[in-house]
C-alpha cells in the first residue's frame, strides 16, 4: 500500500516562500509518478505541478516560474518549493502518486494521496 504523508504547510505573507515535503517510500519516490495538487474553498482540485519517473515536469500556468518541484531519493521525499506566493495560492495541498507514467494535471488519474497540508497566504 502507498502512504504518503505530506508536511511543511502553513501560514504566509504574500511574496513569501514556504518548502512542502511529501514522505513515502524509496520504491515509490524512485518509480511512481507523482505531483502536488490543490484544492480552495468553493473550488474542484486542481493540478499543480506533476513529475513522473523519468523526471519529466508539468506545471500549471499559474505557478509558472514560482514553484519548483524536486524528488529526493536519499530522503524518500518529494518537495514543492513555492516562491513569491500570492493570495490564490492559498488552499489544502494534496500530494499524490500513480504506478501509471503522467504528464498531465489530471488529479483523478493519480490513485494515492496524502491527507493535505493547508497553505494560507495573507496580505
Known amino acids: 500500500q502507498v502512504q504518503l504523508v505530506e508536511s511543511g504547510g502553513g501560514s504566509v505573507e504574500a511574496g513569501g516562500s514556504l518548502r512542502l515535503s511529501c514522505a513515502a517510500s524509496?520504491?515509490?519516490?524512485?518509480?511512481?509518478?507523482m505531483g502536488w495538487f490543490r484544492q480552495a474553498p468553493g473550488k474542484e482540485r486542481e493540478g499543480v505541478i506533476v513529475?513522473?519517473?523519468?523526471?519529466?515536469?508539468r506545471h500549471a500556468d499559474s505557478v509558472k516560474g514560482r514553484f519548483t518541484i524536486s524528488r529526493d531519493k536519499a530522503k524518500n521525499t518529494l518537495s514543492l518549493q513555492m516562491n513569491s506566493l500570492k493570495l490564490e495560492d492559498t488552499a489544502m495541498y494534496y500530494c499524490a502518486a500513480d504506478r501509471s507514467v503522467i504528464r498531465t494535471l489530471n488529479p483523478t488519474l493519480f490513485h494515492y494521496w496524502g491527507q493535505g497540508t493547508q497553505v494560507a497566504v495573507s496580505s
Open positions: 513529475i513522473d519517473s523519468f523526471g519529466y515536469t
Open positions: 524509496a520504491y515509490t519516490i524512485s518509480t511512481y509518478s
